[in-house]
């Protein structure tokens, strides 16, 4: 048990469906990041929220939109994705967004976009 | 562009220590060093954490030169379980400060 659960775990998706990814953390930590995980690649931060408020956008396409209703959960809401798009997606959290703060992070969804 | 390298993959036997290097040369002034491991199928753990020098904690050491550049992390004779993948992560400059994760390293332990 992390503290961190991601839902659903696996998601295979057509490119003109509209899915969203769901994330919720039970450690009170302020700070909540999406990341994505392709194969043979680093991690890539996409969004960073702290207490709620969108704090980073790393260019992150608009077919992908967070929302972030409060401290303990997180949503990506997905449509019109692109094959290239398939990767893990993963959610962390932190006590708050100052980077040096330990990540706890979920198990991820693994997205499969055909 | 800034980047955070690390060697793709590592042997090793049961029991003996294994470093691994992370080289972050636009690393930012006040700013931590992490190291993470994660295993198939499961998102990244939190192993260390250090600013400079030398830290220590039950599983691992995390040395860091004066100048930064670069960190190493230092498993203590380890096991077949050690074997995974270990990341760094930094923040970068340039361009704006950037929370950046190494390429990671595949450490395989065997018998």
């Known amino acids: 048990e992390t503290g961190v659960t991601q839902t659903p775990r696996h998601l295979v998706m057509g490119m003109t469906n509209k899915k969203s990814l769901k994330c919720e953390q039970h450690l009170g930590h302020n700070a909540m990041y999406w990341y994505k995980q392709s194969a043979k690649k680093p991690l890539e931060l996409m969004f960073v929220y702290n207490f709620k408020e969108q704090t980073e956008n790393n260019s992150v396409p608009s077919r992908f939109s967070p929302e972030c209703p409060n401290s303990s959960h997180l949503f990506l809401h997905l449509h019109t994705l692109q094959p290239e798009d398939s990767a893990l997606y993963l959610c962390?959290?932190?006590?708050?967004?100052?980077?040096?703060?330990?990540?706890?992070f979920g198990d991820g969804t693994r997205l499969s976009i055909l | 562009l800034a980047k955070t390298t690390q060697p793709i993959s590592m042997d090793s036997y049961e029991g003996q220590e294994v470093n691994i290097t992370c080289s972050h040369n636009n690393i930012a002034t006040n700013d931590y060093i992490t190291w993470y491991q994660q295993f198939p199928s499961q998102g990244p753990r939190f192993i260390i954490q250090?600013?400079?020098t030398k830290v220590t904690n039950e599983v691992a050491s995390l040395f860091i030169p004066a100048d930064r550049k670069s960190s190493t992390l230092s498993l203590p004779r380890v096991s077949l379980s050690d074997t995974a993948v270990y990341y760094c992560?930094?923040?970068?400059?340039?361009?704006?400060?950037?929370?950046?994760f190494g390429t990671g390293t595949q450490l395989k332990v065997e018998l």
């Open positions: 250090g600013y400079k």
């Open positions: 962390a959290s932190s006590q708050d967004g100052a980077d040096h703060q330990p990540q706890h």
């Open positions: 992560l930094v923040v970068l400059t340039g361009g704006g400060n950037k929370l950046t």
